[in-house]
Every structure is written in structure tokens, then in C-alpha cells.
């Protein structure tokens, strides 16, 4: 027999739930029971546990996505699973036509080593600073940029601070010095070896990230791979990775040849002269980077946050490797996986049709004002009347709040966000903040209701 489901529901979204579960003729049978509160996130364990029976005839529950509460507490209520849908309900299809992640995504096959750029001229206790903030990002290796014709005189003190605190550590310089002293402190990696300087492999332990001896030269990376290859040592390679009209194509088909000749090396690759070199925002360009390094199995990237449109290349980076890898474990499009780097305006942007604002605008008694974001625009209405407008100055005359200013400062708030949304493509649900993916990580805790804001205290 085909699965039965119970859907939780408010009087406000009823209709709506009913019209899309039809649409979408489901293989399996359902049930809706409407609990008896107008939104979702009014409902509780303990008001739907009073009002619904724990017998139910069903194999799994559905409450709203935002419905704010222990599901651990229902399902040993109900004994059966009971899950959290999609926020908005319009997207009920999409969440019963793909493969998920069952929980949040941990797992990722490329490592990430954050350079601390111009490392020489910063003091230990700031490179030990940066380096927990990286980490938290996301970095697996500290990378420590040393700098052209300045000596990094706490350079040994450094790598062994960094590393007495469990950090894996890379020295990154063009002084092959640094690199030994770098390497005799106890760094894991070394940055750069060429055929120039090969010989320093003679004196340290550390493993090389080997690069051509002439820019774009990936015939002297070959000879270099197989003499370090004869060495036993273990390496990374790096085609090295240019900026866009200084042969950024030719370098990634670079990537592509080596991944082709040497199908089992690890392979490196240095992300900084897309995201710091495009104006761009970086999120996109690091999910291009990351859905590259995925194809061509490029074992770790060097990611770069010195320009203020960089500064959360780290995160998105973390954010990308994790849905690339998802997405090739599960042989699918990197699509309706993870909204992380959906920060500018949403995939499907939720809209309400004019019958749907009429429906739920007909089932309204009191005076408090709900706002939707319609096809049409900002739409805010209460029991006496209904107003449809895109900016929110034109709202304040009609809205009669008089001298109350904490409705007034309130009305405001929401109307701004509303516009933001509305002008952007993202989605808006009155009384919480605008969700920016990596960007800004909102704290919403659905198992916990949220604390009152200061214009809801009176």
C-alpha cells in the first residue's frame, strides 16, 4: 500500500495546502487536519498534542516549516515520525521531488588551506586571532603569506604557536629561506616548489605544493612531478589558476590536462585571482570554482579574503565544497540542494496570487496587520482595509498608527524588509528577518519560540 500522510495545517494556509496537494496528484494517500490556529508558527507540541488524538492513521506527520517546536517530543507522542515541510507551502513539490540532505552538510573531499596575507608584518597574538576566525570559517590549513624583501623575523615562533594549538600550518613565500625555515619549525606544507628551488626538498620534511618553473609552463610541472614522484615524497600540484583576459582559459584547461595525465596526483589550486580579481560578488564565483575543483577531483583550494567583496570566501568556499560533493555522491545537479550561497535572491521566490491575499484576507476579524508579498506588490491589510503598494512611504498616511510609535517604528521595519524583498526576488514572512544565506547566518532556532522584540513588549 501506498504511504499515508497527515498534514498539520492553520486556518490561513488550508486552502492553499488543499489546491497544491491536488495539483500535484502525490502517489501517496494524505489527510489535512487544520489545528485551529491562523499561522503556523503559533502552533505548539502542546496545542496540537490537546487537540489531535495520538492515534492517528498515518505513517508519517507533516507540520509547517515554521512551526517552532520539538519534533522529538511529538514523534514519542504520536509514535511515528513526524518532520517539518517546506517554509512556504508552494514549495511542497520540490520538497517531495528530490533527495535531501537528512541533516545538515558535513561531508567535502576538498580541503581548504586560508592564507593570512602579509603574515611578516603581523604580531603572533593577530596571526593566532585570524587563524581561530579561519578555522571556525571553515579552513582545514593556516597558510602563512610571507612577503618580497621583508624578513619574517617571528616566522619559527609562529608556526610553533600555530601548531601547539592543533593547527595544520602551510608557509607560503618565494624565498626558498622562509620555506626551510618554515618547514624546520614544523609546518605541514611548503609554498611554492619549482624546478629552481627543488633542491630544498633535500633539507625539509614538509610536503611541497609544486608549481611550474614559467608561468603557464606545464611541461617543466610534469618533469617536476615524476622527479618528486622518484623522491617518494608526498605533494600537491598546481597548474596555478589565472585571473579572467590573463588566460584564465587556458589555465583551466591546464587543470583538465593534468587531472587527465596523472588521474591519481593531488592536485592544488589557488582560488584568490577569480574572487579578489572580478567584481563580482564572490559567492557565485566560489561555487563555479568549487563545482570545478568537484569535476577535475582537485584535493585543495587556497582561498583569499583581503578585499572587503571577499570576506566571506572562507564560508562560501565551505559552503560549495559541501553541495559539490553531495551533489556528485547523489549524481545530480548541484540544484535545490542547499540555499548557503543564495544570498542575493532566492531560487523560487514566493508570491501570493491576488485569490490567495483575498482568501486569507477574508478570514481576518481583528485590527493587527498582516503583510504579504503579492504578484503585484506589498500588500498589508487588517479587518477594515487592504493596501497594495512597492514603496513604503506611500503605506504611512493610509495605515492611521497616529502617535504610536512603537507600531509605527514596527510597520516600518517590516515594510522596509517587504521592499528589499520584493525589489531583490527573495522571500518575506512578516516578523522575521530576511534570510541572506552565508552571508548573515540567522539564528532561528524552530525547536525554541523567538524572544519578543522590543515593540512587542508593551
Known sequence: MSEKILFLTGKLAERQLRRIL???KPEFRYKINQIGVNVAALMSENIIMRRLDK?????????????RGSLKKLSRYFNKPVERGPDDISHLPDYFGLKKPDETLEKYECDI??????AADISLKQILSIAKKYVSQGANVIDLGCMPDTKFEHLEETVRALKSQGFKVSVDSANPDELIRGSKSGADYILSVNEQNLDILNEVK?????????????QSLRRLINKVKGMGRD?????????????FANSVDRYVKLRSEFPDIKIFMGTGNLTE????????????????ASELSINAVLVVQVSEHCKNSIKETDAARKIMFFSKQNKRLPFRIDNSLMSMSERKPSRKTRKEI????????????????GQNGINIFNSDIHIIDKDPFNFYDKLNVGDNASHAFYLGVELARAQIAFDLGKNYDQDNELEWGIAKKTNKNLNKKPKLKSTQKK
Not at 588551506?113 to 602579509?118: N, P, Q, S, T
Not at 605533494?235 to 579572467?244: C, E, N, Q
Not at 560578488?281 to 563555479?288: E, I, L, P, W, Y
Open 235 to 247: 605533494y600537491f600540484a598546481d597548474p596555478i589558476l589565472d585571473p579572467i583576459h590573463y588566460g
Open 22 to 24: 491536488n495539483s500535484m
Open 206 to 218: 614538509s610536503v611541497p605544493i609544486l608549481i611550474p618553473s614559467k608561468h603557464g609552463d606545464l
Open 277 to 292: 580579481l572580478t567584481d563580482s560578488d564572490s559567492a557565485g564565483v566560489n561555487a563555479t570554482l568549487m563545482g570545478l
Open 358 to 373: 483575498t482568501e486569507i484576507k477574508d478570514l481576518i476579524k481583528d485590527k493587527n496587520f498582516r503583510i504579504y508579498l
Open 55 to 67: 492515534n492517528q492513521d498515518a505513517d508519517r506527520i507533516i507540520v509547517p516549516g515554521k512551526f
Open 113 to 118: 588551506f586560508a592564507e593570512i596575507v602579509d
